[in-house]
């Protein structure tokens, strides 16, 4: 998982997809001071941000958390049980 925001990677899939940061932010609902925030690792994305960008970008939910920082949520498509939870929870302590 990426420790920063990778707005490299960011940038180089919005210019393959003919996409511009001000796309992002309408699409997130956001200005775009606040998207160069994110660029700047000075903002978290919410779980619903990762689901829009993964559409927006043609990647998976997985990617764009993993590209967009180490507490960026990933979404989930259903909710977990009360033991994957518990397995999940282990597994990161351990």
Known sequence: MALFFDSDWFDARLAS????????????????????????????????????????????????ATRAGMSTPAPRDAPESIEQRLARVEAELA
């Open 17 to 64: 997809a003919g996409l511009r940061r001000g796309d992002v932010a309408m699409a997130l609902g956001l200005s775009e001071s606040q998207i160069a925030e994110l660029w700047k690792d000075q903002r978290e994305l919410t779980a619903q941000n990762v689901r829009v960008l993964a559409g927006l970008l043609g990647a998976t939910p997985a990617e764009i």
